[in-house]
C-alpha cells in the first residue's frame, strides 16, 4: 500500500484532538497542526510520511513554542524502540497514522535521565588504570580496542617471554598487575598455560599478541 502523504495525516490527526476537547487549526505559523484547549499550552504536532531527522529538527525548534509538542508519522518505524528512546530524550511527543486511526507511541515529557553510579564508576575506573592513551577516539580499525585490562595482559605476557615460566607471586612483585591471577587463569586471550600450580608460561599465541600489539614493557 503507498504510503499517505502528509496532507492525509491531517484529517486523522485533527479529529483525534478534538475529541479530547481541542480546537484545531492547520498550518499556523509554520506549524503543521495547532490545537488549542483553554488556557493550556498548545498541542503542536509534525507531520510526516515516515520518521526523519528533518522530522526531529522540526520538533526541536517547535518546543519552543510548547513542551506538548509531538512528531506524526504515517508508517510505523522499523526500529521504534531507539525511535521512542531518542524521543524521551528530546522531550517530543510520538504519534502514529494509519489510515483512520492515531496510536500514541509517547506523550512528551521534561526528560531526566537516570544515572547508573556503578557504569560510571566502570568507566572512571578504566580511565584510570589505562596507561597512556593508546587508542585513537573514533576509530574503525580491526586492531581491538587497548583497555587497561589487556595492558594487564600485555605485562604480564611480556614478564613471562623474557624470563621463562614464572609464579604468580613473582608477576604480581615484578610489574603493574593487580589483575593478574584472574588474567593468567581465565586466559581470555589464549596467552598463557599453567605448568604446576601458581606457575605459568607464555604461550607461542601470547609471542603472537605481544608481536600483533608491538608490546616492549
Not at 506523550?107 to 547508573?116: C, F, M, Q, S, V
Not at 614464572?166 to 588474567?183: F, G, V, Y
Request: aromatic fraction near 6%; charged fraction near 30%; hydrophobic fraction near 40%.
Amino acid at each position: 500500500m503507498a504510503k499517505a502523504l502528509e496532507s492525509d495525516l491531517y484529517g486523522p490527526v485533527k479529529a483525534f484532538l478534538e475529541r479530547q476537547g481541542y480546537a484545531v487549526k492547520g498550518e499556523v505559523r509554520g506549524c503543521d497542526v495547532v490545537g488549542v484547549r483553554g488556557s493550556e499550552a498548545p498541542v503542536i504536532v509534525e507531520l510526516k510520511r515516515a520518521f526523519s531527522l528533518g522530522l526531529v529538527l522540526q520538533g526541536v525548534d517547535r518546543l519552543a513554542l510548547s513542551e506538548h509538542t509531538y512528531l506524526g508519522v504515517g508508517t510505523w518505524p522499523k526500529n521504534a524502540r531507539d525511535i521512542k528512546k531518542l524521543c524521551r530524550r528530546l522531550g517530543l511527543g510520538l504519534l502514529v497514522v494509519t489510515g483512520e486511526r492515531v496510536d500514541v507511541l509517547l506523550d512528551p515529557l521534561p526528560y531526566k535521565p537516570r544515572k547508573n553510579p556503578k557504569k560510571t564508576a566502570r568507566l572512571l575506573g578504566e580511565h584510570a588504570r589505562r596507561v597512556g592513551d593508546p587508542n585513537r577516539g573514533g576509530s574503525s580499525t580491526r586492531v581491538p580496542v587497548m583497555t587497561a585490562y589487556r595492558q594487564e595482559a600485555l605485562r604480564c605476557a611480556a614478564l613471562l617471554a623474557e624470563h621463562g615460566p614464572m609464579t604468580l607471586k613473582a608477576i604480581r612483585a615484578a610489574t603493574d598487575a593487580p589483575k593478574a591471577a584472574s588474567i593468567l587463569q581465565d586466559d581470555v586471550y589464549g596467552w598463557f598455560e599453567r605448568v604446576a600450580r601458581g606457575t605459568y608460561r607464555l604461550t607461542p599465541e601470547g609471542k603472537r599478541g605481544l608481536d600483533r600489539f608491538g608490546w616492549s614493557q
